[in-house]
């Protein structure tokens, strides 16, 4: 099956900063690989995803890359802000009649003032 | 446009019971799956419904088991409980199981067995 590995577990950045989130998958029948924000006690939010005939999609401060080669996808936060802060998970997904995702162990994101 | 809503927020449950979780998905969406977060986890696959029938399955136990009804809404049930069952069960809908791929997760459902 799937497996998907994320790094690096936490991360710290000042408010203004770039983060960048890495994640490997390992099936290459996966084409969609959406990123996920989780706050605290609180569910995962989607904030942005993928698809593998894509190479790069932007979404105001957050953009996505994916190397379907090198079986990588990245997650980059520009000008970070307090409330950047939470957990991310990024995913991977198959095509065909299952959605079902297999999610990285997570990365968690402090933004200091 | 409500969301995915899931209840109960918070439960306790002793080792050997049995639990149900319920479901609603976000409006215009058929398709409920079911995920398990233990603590400083990603969520974990445990079923997927469409069509009020099981389509795909995670590698849990026959101890979960789960229904879908005509309104979309859906069940998860838990049997004969385990100290290793205490997780976030997250409940994530979608516009059918082809095509659409979005999944958007509820605030879900935090078990603890004792």
């Known amino acids: 099956g799937e497996n998907v590995e994320q790094h690096p577990s936490t991360l710290s950045v000042q408010e203004g900063d770039s983060a960048v989130i890495k994640c490997t998958y390992s099936?290459?029948?996966?084409?969609?690989f959406p990123w996920y924000k989780q706050e605290l006690g609180k569910g995962p939010q989607l904030i942005i995803d993928i698809r593998s005939n894509v190479g790069e999609k932007k979404d105001q401060r957050i953009a996505v890359t994916l190397n379907k080669t090198a079986k990588h996808f990245s997650l980059h936060i520009t000008e970070t802000q307090p409330e950047d802060s939470a957990v991310y998970f990024c995913?991977?997904?198959?095509?065909?009649?299952?959605?079902?995702?297999?999610f990285g162990t997570g990365t968690r994101l402090q933004v200091t003032l | 446009d409500a969301g995915v809503t899931q209840s109960p927020t918070h439960l306790i449950k002793t080792r050997g019971q049995q639990v149900t979780l319920r479901c609603s998905p976000k409006?215009?969406?058929?398709?409920v799956s079911w995920y398990q977060q233990a603590l400083g986890q990603g969520p974990q696959f445990i079923f997927q419904?469409?069509?009020?029938?099981?389509?795909q399955r995670g590698n849990f136990p026959d101890r979960f088991s789960g229904h879908q009804f005509p309104n979309y809404s859906s069940e998860l049930n838990v049997n004969a409980l385990l100290l290793g069952d205490s997780a976030l069960y997250l409940c994530?809908?979608?516009?059918?199981?082809?095509?659409?791929?979005?999944?958007?997760f509820g605030p879900g459902t935090r078990l603890t067995v004792t």
């Open positions: 099936d290459s029948a996966s084409n969609y």
């Open positions: 995913a991977a997904g198959p095509t065909g009649t299952a959605s079902k995702l297999t």
């Open positions: 994530a809908s979608s516009l059918g199981p082809v095509g659409a791929y979005e999944q958007y």
């Open positions: 409006s215009g969406h058929d398709t």
């Open positions: 419904y469409y069509e009020e029938e099981e389509r």
